[in-house]
């Protein structure tokens, strides 16, 4: 059974850096890219960013480009999502999710983990 438990939530100030960790568990996720997402309160779930497990090779969504770095350690099947520059928009709660490489949708989700940002 797969199972994604994010962790590193939290407050933090504008201006200032979280970083959160996706475990990952029940497979290999060598054939899998994970993603992170956030749904922010009334708003619609939106993609940050992705990375594909194998080649490393990542995706990021306009609004955290250069802010925000995604990278995997391959020994723990951890997922990071470093974010710096915080900005109060940026609060959400963040989910890590995985789908096969050759899927469009994602099929396995975390919990989810909020992230506060101060102004």
């Known amino acids: 059974q797969v199972q994604l438990v994010e962790s590193g939530g939290g407050l933090a100030q504008a201006g200032g850096s979280l970083r959160l960790s996706c475990a990952a568990s029940g497979r290999t996720f060598s054939r899998y890219v994970m993603g992170w997402f956030r749904q922010a309160p009334g708003k619609e779930r939106e993609f940050v960013g992705s990375?594909?497990?194998?080649?490393?090779?990542?995706v990021y969504a306009d609004s955290v480009k250069g802010r925000f770095t995604i990278s995997r350690d391959n020994a723990k099947n951890t997922v990071f999502l470093q974010m710096n520059s915080l900005k109060p928009e940026d609060t959400a709660v963040y989910y890590c999710?995985?789908?096969?490489?050759?899927?469009?949708?994602?099929?396995?989700w975390g919990q989810g983990t909020q992230v506060t940002v101060s102004s």
């Open positions: 999710a995985a789908r096969v490489i050759s899927a469009y949708e994602y099929s396995y």
């Open positions: 990375i594909s497990w194998s080649a490393g090779i990542t």
